[in-house]
Each structure stands twice: as structure tokens, then as C-alpha cells.
């Protein structure tokens, strides 16, 4: 039956879902790959919501409908992957249909591993929806590849090498990911570079307009949520565009604004650290100094 509508499914297990899209049960109870072109259940029946408790990076094939994650929507038509970590909402429109694969992966089924604690680091899993990762056909036969030898190995009678092989296939594909991700983010500069012109703006008219006197210190988190991307999606575009992150872009405008005021203004250095959002004047000394090697006095007196 479909669940009340904004409800969404929660699968607590790879097992359940499998059961709920009408596939066999899963070969691992940890890890599985799915080909979505043979699913078995009529997705009407279905909850158009989901939280999915363990990872899932998807191959889609020829998407039509739309498919949400977060707070936007996957913006790819041909095809590409699509990553989703655990207790996101993913959300899929009634008419979508793709084919193509999804990997199933349980947090348990690499924890005991370094990939279980650097997993986080692969930013695509936190990325805001509207930047699935397009592939070149180059790119598509390297990914197919990795997940037919994942694919394989689930086919083959467990061993005591069954978990190392597959968390290092696991981990190949995700660093494949991160440097066709690398990638993109060059070829799409265009996009990129208004999403930094849209940033700049935004830095300007915080520390413009007193907004940092009443709302305190620009963090990272609220300025990639005024731009509607992830934090991460930003530092990694900015990285690719500037060389520097999202927080060393805020530091950067907050030291260029301090050194106006303190070359243009009688202010005494407290005044400046609470115009510019800090609570206690030493943390706005300790980042001056380790910005310009010089103290906020220090850099009034040489400006004289």
C-alpha cells in the first residue's frame, strides 16, 4: 500500500528494501548491486519518498521524471552517477524511469575499514542535488567496469577475501568518482564561476551592511546555504576555481574589510572585532595576526 503522501519509507536495512522493490534477497546483507532496469515492482504502488540508511551510488541511464535529493533536484537527462548517504531523503516523481545500476552499501560493511571513517571525505555524498556526476563515454566504461567486478564477486562463493576485494573495488570507484568530479568542475565553468561571482557579492554585502555586527561571524555553513549548495560542493568548486576553500574566502574578505577600517577609521581595534561579527576581540587579533603576521595595532601604526 502507498504511504501517506510526504511520508517517507525509512530502510533501515538493504534486505528490506530489496524486499519492498520485489528482488530476491540480496546475495551480502551488507552490499548489493541492483540493475534497475529489472525491478520487478510497479513504482505507483510505491511511497515517492525514501530514507535510505546506507549508501547508494547510482548509474542511471536514459532518466526521465525527476529525481530529488535534499533540497534541489538532479539536473541530468543522458545519464550519470548519483551518490546518497545515509538518512538523506531521496525522492522520485511517479513518471521517472531509468535503467542502469545502484550499488547498495552498508555503513557495517565498512566500518572495520579505513574507508568507513575517510567515506566522509567524498564530498558528492553531501553535495546539493544539481550536480549528479555526467560521464564521457570513457568515463561511463570505467565505472561499468567496477561495478561489474563488484557484480562478480558477489556472484562468488564467500572467502576469507570476499570483503577486501570488494571494499577495494568500493574504494576505486569512489576515488574514480572524485577525479571525474575534479573534472567537471572544470568543464563547467560557467556555471562555477557565477556561482562565485554570486559569492562575492554575498561576502561584500556582509560585511558592508553591518550584517556581521548582528548576526556575528560569516560561517561557511550559512553561506553555502544562501547559495544553495552544500558547504563541501562549494569548497571543492572554489578549490578547482581559486585554489583556496570556502573559509579561506571568508577570512580573506573579513581581513581585507578589517585593514579598510583600520586604515580609514579612529575605531579602536574592540569596536572593529565586533563590527566585523566576533564576540571577544583576542579570537579577531589571533586571525588578523596569523593572516598578515602582523597585529591589528601594529598594522594601523606601519598604514601611518
Do not use: C, W
Not at 546483507?29 to 549508501?55: E, G, W
Not at 538532479?74 to 546518497?84: I, K, Q, R, S
Amino acid at each position: 500500500m502507498k504511504k501517506e503522501e510526504n511520508t517517507p519509507l525509512i530502510f533501515n536495512s538493504i534486505s528490506d528494501l530489496h524486499r519492498m522493490l520485489g528482488l530476491p534477497k540480496p546475495l551480502h546483507p551488507l552490499v548489493s548491486l541492483v540493475d534497475n532496469s529489472r525491478i520487478p515492482v510497479d513504482k505507483h504502488q510505491l511511497s515517492t519518498a525514501f530514507i535510505l540508511n546506507f549508501y547508494k551510488v547510482s548509474y542511471k541511464v536514459g532518466l526521465r521524471g525527476k529525481i530529488r535529493y535534499g533540497q534541489g533536484y538532479y539536473d541530468f537527462d543522458e545519464g550519470g552517477l548519483v551518490f546518497t548517504s545515509p538518512n538523506q531523503i531521496l525522492a522520485i516523481s511517479e513518471d521517472t524511469e531509468y535503467a542502469g545500476l545502484s550499488l547498495l552499501i552498508h555503513p557495517d560493511f565498512i566500518r572495520n575499514y579505513p574507508l568507513g571513517k575517510n567515506i566522509k571525505n567524498f564530498g558528492f555524498f553531501s553535495y546539493a542535488a544539481n550536480e549528479a556526476l555526467h560521464l564521457s563515454e570513457k568515463e561511463r566504461i570505467v565505472i561499468h567496469t567496477i561495478l561489474k567486478n563488484i557484480g562478480d564477486e558477489l556472484q562468488t562463493t564467500i572467502d576469507d577475501f570476499s570483503q577486501d576485494v570488494m571494499v577495494s573495488q568500493i574504494e576505486l570507484l569512489l576515488n574514480y568518482s572524485n577525479r571525474f568530479y575534479k573534472r567537471q568542475f572544470i568543464t563547467r565553468k560557467a556555471v562555477s564561476s557565477d556561482l562565485l561571482t554570486k559569492m562575492e557579492t554575498l561576502l561584500d554585502d556582509y560585511f558592508n551592511n553591518n550584517t556581521a555586527l548582528m548576526k556575528g561571524v560569516l560561517t561557511v555553513q550559512t553561506l553555502a546555504e544562501q547559495l544553495n549548495v552544500s558547504p563541501h560542493y562549494l569548497s571543492d568548486m572554489l578549490r578547482s576555481l581559486t585554489g583556496q576553500n570556502a573559509q579561506q574566502h571568508i577570512h580573506n574578505k573579513l581581513i581585507e574589510k578589517a585593514k579598510e577600517i583600520l586604515s580609514n577609521s579612529n575605531l579602536s581595534v574592540a569596536e572593529i572585532a565586533y563590527q566585523l561579527g566576533f564576540e571577544h576581540p583576542q579570537s579577531f587579533n589571533k586571525l588578523f595576526k596569523r593572516k598578515t603576521n602582523l597585529s591589528p595595532l601594529a598594522f594601523r601604526q606601519s598604514f601611518n
